[in-house]
């Protein structure tokens, strides 16, 4: 039987501005298996973004159910959304979000201080395990404003990572960065997803979907095409 990590159910999810209201995601009912990775893609402002963060609870929907493997975040409270989405959640964002005033290994580590999902004298022994993974274990004694684009990408892979989390989200993670270097940074998550991460990936770039084995095009808050292109094609 095929688990279904994420499931969305009758999402609506609108914002009230000074002059009207507006419907960001509408009636959007959508299942993800584990071990997919999925590409999202469409316009700006067309939802994909506001549908990720359905997915980590980052927002609320107006209405509708969010459930990872059969839990429904949308009830939880702030304090208990925090807890789960340490041991849950992998996040990467377009613009790093990495604490400058820490080294490439703190900034690693700095999830698994938080959650406990490690016992203190087993972290610093997991950051090096993912800075390896990366390729950055010559910086790990870096500060994150002298490593390339790239690199700094590849460091808040290594992050998300931190705690295990069966799924990792991704918003654009390589809008800022050159073709090479997204390429690989794709790569780095196709490999991920071959050791069994569930991934999904809002971004503008086309040559996501050449990693992904499923591709989502929203259009004005509606899921337009849903296609499965089976296991892994690049």
Known sequence: ?????????????????????????????????????????????????????????????????????????????????????????????????????????ENIILPMDFCGVFARNERKVRARELLEMVELSAKENKFPAILSGGERQRVAIARSLANKPPIILADEPTGNLDSVTAHNIFQLFKSLNGQGQTIVVVSHDPVCQQFSNRTIN?????????????????
């Open 218 to 234: 929203i259009v004005d808050g509606i899921i337009k095409t849903d296609n499965t292109l089976g296991a892994g094609h690049v």
């Open 1 to 105: 039987m095929v688990n279904k990590i994420i499931k969305l159910i009758d999402i609506y999810k609108d914002y009230n501005s000074e002059l009207n209201l507006f419907s960001a995601l509408n009636n959007i009912n959508l299942e993800i298996n584990k071990g997919d990775f999925i590409s999202i893609v469409g316009k700006s402002g067309s939802g994909k973004s506001t549908l990720l963060n359905m997915m980590s609870a980052i927002d609320k929907p107006s209405s509708g159910q969010v459930l990872i493997n059969d839990i429904d975040i949308s009830q939880f409270k702030s304090d208990q959304l925090a807890a789960w989405r340490g041991h849950n959640i992998g996040l990467v964002f377009q613009f790093f979000q990495l604490i400058p005033t820490l080294t490439v290994l």
